[in-house]
């Protein structure tokens, strides 16, 4: 580039500095100032127009005439520039808002006086000068070729080179700073940010730090947890948490141009990495664009070919090409992650109006519906998402697949499968854990479940999903004191667990502390949750005996689930009111409830239940409906043909005085039975049966399965065929204990 100086061999003196123009340095008492070239050319330019206005364009101009680059460049030329005067700064450089900077000091001119100066040996020799005139023509005309070829040049190419940094490695994280956005479009905040993080996180090569461990340790930091990730807030994040490297990037308009820049920086040094920049040519080409320049990121940051050929879906079409549609699956992210189920739908839902063929938004959609109890909602979305899964990252593919088996088909088998091959492709991810962790619980191995969830708090010791998943798992284990605990442990890290408020109400249940359960009534009142709450507490009155509390909570459950337009969470409350109430032995009751149930809603819950308590009041034609009904829409739910339809079939054959092929029916059940999905039904109904036929050793150990197995019958979430049954099993098992003889044991089980 041409050098800015109309007179050569001339000095400048302001303030205390003296500024030699012929060996590109600036003195101060002697002593040479550090400036990178770029710096140094931005002080010359200001101080020799000084008192002048320069606007931004101008000085960009005059600066970078043969590549383009964004405000962000210029704004860390004057941060520098800045530092390095130091004190003076104040009193040097004015800024005019939106408009430039005024050189304000009194410059004169004076003779060389630095040659007893020693410059540093990082400083190069100044270039020859070439008229002013001329530089800002060659500008103009460098600046109309670049936009006519849509070629544009790294502004980094300026610059100092990248650091020599040690390598990174697929043992080492990044962490994602927000975007510098100077565009004035709010649809870049938080979109760009969260789309290189989806590029990133395609590749097991990358270990991208989370976004909860972010907010997280930004309030470790007394930093509201909503504050914008600066490129310096990154830096100090990562040194906090031992985070190698932070991706910077910025976004700045040209005109109908869009210049992208991106550099990865050692969170320890500060020093350059890898740094990439690109143009789009439009609003609309601008994800495609990031895309590209993040791919190029990875391959200079060490990922090797094979991986980015096999990990290499464009961002595009890996998400979204819309970026209004990107906007509200972030902002909808953003409340799912924060603990907000149902505020996400609403978000999830504009991103698939906006895009219909937005596939990680339909899966994620999916599974805030299933937190909502929206079911058949959470079928549609994960079916669509499914259909549209071979356009997105290998990482997603995942997600998507596994909501499909879980909502569409319930073969939580396959969902296992999944999993396994989840954990194994991307081993630093911590999604395939907690869901391995819920689906062994769901099947009775939570020994299992433990091991995957430890392993997925390790992972991600900020996600609260974590922390539930081995809540849940020493609950189902009878280790209440240190379920408890890890619940405490995320809630003290202002974690918020699934259901932590529900396993904590539970827990202090188990306890018999009245006063520890209605703190965790007053926590949900008013929130989203309240509705599964008060179900919860109904199941509990069950269990105390208080029936008719019971029958006004349930009441109150799914009246206000109505009110909340939650139709198949009201179904699934009053469905599982009906078993309770068959299970005691008042059918009247039991037949109302599962009516009603069934006329609200007819998801795999609300059937299953009703089946189940229609069976055990003797309405054999009503229950096989019920049963047909599930074997044809649900083919493949594995829990379903495991557990509910055995069960079912079980009830019905008891009261056709046929209980030898009840236990025959309730083989099928055994696998599953000390999981939460058939929570011990099998066995208490497989006592029942062995009591028809007058085997009475095989009752009562059936009925010892269901006391030994408490916390699997813990209603961890709302779940009827929880605790209602202990209090059956205890007194079958008292009864029995006496017909055997055994009344010191008897006589135990009935205190």
């Known amino acids: 580039m041409s050098e800015l100086v109309p007179h050569p061999r001339h000095t400048r003196a302001f303030k205390d500095f003296t500024l030699d123009l012929d060996r590109g340095c600036l003195v101060r008492g002697g002593e040479e100032v550090k400036l990178r070239p770029k710096v140094f050319d931005a002080l010359k330019y200001l101080v020799l127009n000084n008192n002048r206005l320069v606007t931004k364009d101008e000085l960009i101009k005059a600066l970078w005439t ?15 520039l800045r530092r390095g005067l130091g004190d003076e700064a104040q009193g040097c450089i004015k800024t005019v808002p939106k408009r430039g900077y005024i050189f304000t000091a009194e410059v004169s001119e004076a003779s060389p006086a630095v040659s007893d100066t020693k410059p540093p040996a990082a400083t190069p020799a100044p270039r020859p000068a070439a008229p002013m005139a001329r530089a800002r023509r060659t500008a103009m005309a460098v600046l109309a070729f670049a936009i006519a070829t849509v070629a544009v040049s ?120 890898a740094r990439e920049q690109v143009e789009a040519e439009s609003r609309e080409r601008v994800l495609g664009r990031l895309g590209e320049a993040a791919a190029r990121l990875r391959e200079k940051l060490g990922e090797s070919l094979g991986s980015l050929e096999k990990f290499a879906a464009p961002i595009e079409q890996a998400t979204t090409p819309s970026l209004e549609a990107f906007k509200a699956y972030d902002l909808g992210r953003q409340r799912h992650f924060g603990g907000q189920y149902f505020e996400a ?73 999944t999993l396994q091959v989840w954990k194994q492709t991307y081993p630093r991810d911590f999604v395939p854990h907690t869901n391995l962790a819920a689906r062994y619980c769901g099947i ?54 699934p259901y932590g408020r529900y396993m904590l109400y539970a827990l202090a249940l188990l306890d018999g502390d009245a006063a520890a359960m209605q703190e965790q009534v007053d926590r949900v009142a008013g929130t989203p949750t309240e509705p599964g709450m008060l179900a919860l507490r109904s199941v509990a009155a069950v269990y105390g005996g208080r029936m008719g509390a019971a029958r006004d909570l349930a009441r109150r459950a799914i009246e206000m689930a109505l009110q909340r337009g939650l139709k198949e969470g009201a179904a699934e409350y009053s469905a599982g009111h009906a078993l309770w109430e068959a299970a005691y032995g008042d059918c009247a009751h039991a037949k109302d409830a599962a009516s009603r149930a069934l006329a609200m809603a007819r998801g795999r819950h609300a059937l299953s239940w009703s089946a189940l308590a ?26 379903i043909k495991a557990s509910w339809l055995p069960m079912t079939h079980a009830a019905i054959e008891r009261h056709g005085h046929r209980p030898a092929e009840a236990v025959e029916r309730l083989q099928a059940a055994r696998r599953d039975e000390t999981g939460d999905q058939a929570a011990l039904w099998p066995a208490y109904l497989r006592g029942l049966a062995y009591l028809d036929q007058g085997s ?30 202990h209090p059956l099993a205890r007194l079958e098992h008292a009864r029995t204990a006496a017909r055997m003889g055994h009344l010191d044991e008897s006589r135990k089980a009935y205190e």
């Open 614 to 639: 229609l069976a055990m009041c003797g309405d054999s034609r009503g229950a096989q409906g019920l049963v047909d009904e599930m074997a044809r829409r649900f083919p493949q739910d594995s829990f």
């Open 154 to 273: 790294s502004y980094f190419a300026q610059t100092r080179p990248p650091a020599r940094t040690a390598a990174f490695t697929d043992k080492d994280s990044v962490l994602i700073a927000d975007f510098l956005n100077t565009t004035g479009d709010d649809v870049f905040d938080g979109t760009l940010r969260q789309a290189i993080a989806v590029q990133l996180g395609q590749s097991p090569f990358f270990n991208v730090f989370s976004e909860e461990r972010v907010r997280e340790t930004l309030r470790y930091m007394g930093r509201s947890p909503g504050e914008r990730v600066t490129r310096e807030v990154a830096r100090e994040i990562a040194q906090r948490q031992g985070v190698k490297a932070l991706l910077a990037g910025s976004i700045a308009s040209l005109g109908q141009h869009y210049v992208i820049s991106l550099e990865a920086v050692s969170a320890a040094t500060g020093e350059t990495i």
């Open 345 to 417: 739908i609403p978000f999830y839902r504009r991103a698939v109006e906006l895009d219909p063929d937005f596939a990680i938004a339909y899966a994620a959609l999916g599974i805030s519906y299933n937190t909502a109890q929206e079911y058949d909602l959470a079928a549609q979305s994960s079916q669509r998402a499914f259909e549209l899964r071979d356009r997105v990252s290998e990482r997603e593919r995942f997600y998507i697949s596994l909501r499909y088996y879980m909502d569409v088909l319930g073969d939580g088998d396959k969902a296992i499968e």
């Open 66 to 80: 043969d590549s383009f680059v964004t405000d962000d460049s210029l704004v860390q030329c004057l941060v520098e």
């Open 696 to 725: 009475l050793s095989d009752a009562h150990a059936e009925f010892q399965k269901v006391l030994d197995h408490t916390g699997v019958l813990a209603p961890a979430v709302f779940n009827p065929v929880g605790l209602t049954l």
């Open 444 to 497: 009775g191995r939570p020994e299992q479940a433990l091991e995957e969830a430890r392993e997925g708090v390790r992972l991600n010791p900020d996600a609260g999903v974590a922390y539930a998943s081995v809540a849940q798992s020493y609950i189902y284990l009878g280790r209440y004191r240190e379920a408890r605990a890890a619940i405490e442990q995320a809630l003290a890290r202002k974690v918020q667990p």
